[in-house]
T-cell receptor, first 111, second 112 residues
Framework: GQSLEQPSEVTAVEGAIVQINCTYQ??????LSWYQQHDGGAPTFLSY????GLEETGRFSSFLSRSDSYGYLLLQELQMKDSASYFC????????????FGTGTRLTVIP | DTAVSQTPKYLVTQMGNDKSIKCEQN?????MYWYKQDSKKFLKIMFS???????INETVPNRFSPKSPDKAHLNLHINSLELGDSAVYFC???????????FGQGTRLTVV
């Protein structure tokens, strides 16, 4: 089966940097993705790591270590609008080949 | 507009009723999904559908059945609704083996 664990809540100050961790267990592995979901909205894709290392997209970066089954999302220069839930996700290579989401991290940015 | 669209956005119904949620994507994707998001925000995969192959999450009750008239549509039919079915249901689409999925706006189902 698959399991993806994230901290349930994180609070950070506007302008600061915050890291959201994800540890996963999965049968087969295509890569780790990150999604953002604002209250009342739909999840939207942020980033994807297939290989080890850091991927940077503007203020957001994502890191993957396949040997550690671990990744994180790094948000820099936090803005109030970054307050949302963040999910890591993996695709399984087993028969289901489905896209599985982590438990989600609620990020609150405070002034 | 290119998107994943699902209807209705809100659905309030009584226990025991049967209801359907419709989903359409015009992104040309080959795979569609249904997810259930409960009050704790867990996003749980219910079904995926690719090239007429349906993958069912084994924990989904058989009261839930997806129906796909073509690869652009994956509707969700729910029989004998129960209080525990209350949740937000998201349709999504993407390419097989791609980890980027595009989500519909969600349907908030409330069973009373």
């Amino acid at each position: 089966g698959q399991s993806l664990e994230q901290p349930s809540e994180v609070t950070a100050v506007e302008g600061a940097i915050v890291q959201i961790n994800c540890t996963y267990q999965t049968s087969g592995f295509y890569g780790l993705s990150w999604y953002q979901q604002h209250d009342g909205g739909a999840p939207t894709f942020l980033s994807y790591n297939a290989l080890d290392g850091l991927e940077e997209t503007g203020r957001f970066s994502s890191f993957l270590s396949r040997s550690d089954s671990y990744g994180y999302l790094l948000l820099q220069e936090l803005q109030m609008k970054d307050s949302a839930s963040y999910f890591c996700a993996v695709r399984s290579q087993t028969g289901a080949n489905n896209l599985f989401f982590g438990t989600g991290t609620r990020l609150t940015v405070i002034p | 507009d290119t998107a994943v669209s699902q209807t209705p956005k809100y659905l309030v119904t009584q226990m025991g009723n049967d209801k359907s949620i419709k989903c359409e994507q015009n992104l040309g994707h080959d795979t569609m999904y249904w997810y259930k998001q409960d009050s704790k925000k867990f996003l749980k995969i219910m079904f995926s559908y690719n090239n007429k192959e349906l993958i069912i999450n084994e924990t989904v009750p058989n009261r839930f059945s997806p129906k796909s008239p073509d690869k652009a549509h994956l509707n969700l039919h729910i029989n004998s609704l129960e209080l525990g079915d209350s949740a937000v249901y998201f349709c999504a689409s993407g390419y097989l083996r791609d980890t980027e999925a595009f989500f519909g706006q969600g349907t908030r189902l409330t069973v009373v």
